[in-house]
């Protein structure tokens, strides 16, 4: 396995094992912040550093497995435009009402 610096970060060319580290670090530190407050993803960007298209691949991962959901549609505090507030702590998930949708009494 190659290894490459370039810029003072250590880069294989292997099986990407760096790489994946970096992620894995990256997730973490979006999970995390996501955690701690409902944010936007650009507000998470700007307090994490991380590229907002990494942590939209991230936001679609986990709302695939159900880590993550919408608390609430409101003005992002950044850009000042409507924006999805996303938490991954499942104690600020909305409740779902989906049994009481047709009105049919069955809970």
Same mark, same amino acid.
């Given at each position: 396995m190659r290894n490459n610096i370039h810029n003072g970060v250590k880069k294989s060319f292997?099986?990407?094992r760096t790489k994946d580290r970096q992620i894995q670090a990256q997730m973490k530190k979006v999970f995390a912040a996501l955690y701690r407050q409902p944010k936007t993803m650009l507000m998470v960007a700007?307090?994490?550093g991380i590229l907002?298209?990494?942590i939209c691949r991230?936001?679609?991962r986990w709302r695939k497995s159900k880590c993550i959901d919408v608390v609430k549609v409101s003005?992002?505090?950044i850009t000042r435009h409507p924006a999805n507030y996303y938490t991954t702590n499942p104690q $600020? &998930?909305?409740k779902c009402?989906?049994?009481n $949708? &047709?009105?049919d009494g069955r809970n």
């Open positions: 292997g099986k990407g700007d307090e994490t907002r298209a990494n991230y936001v679609a003005k992002c505090e $600020l &998930f909305p009402n989906q049994s $949708l &047709f009105g």
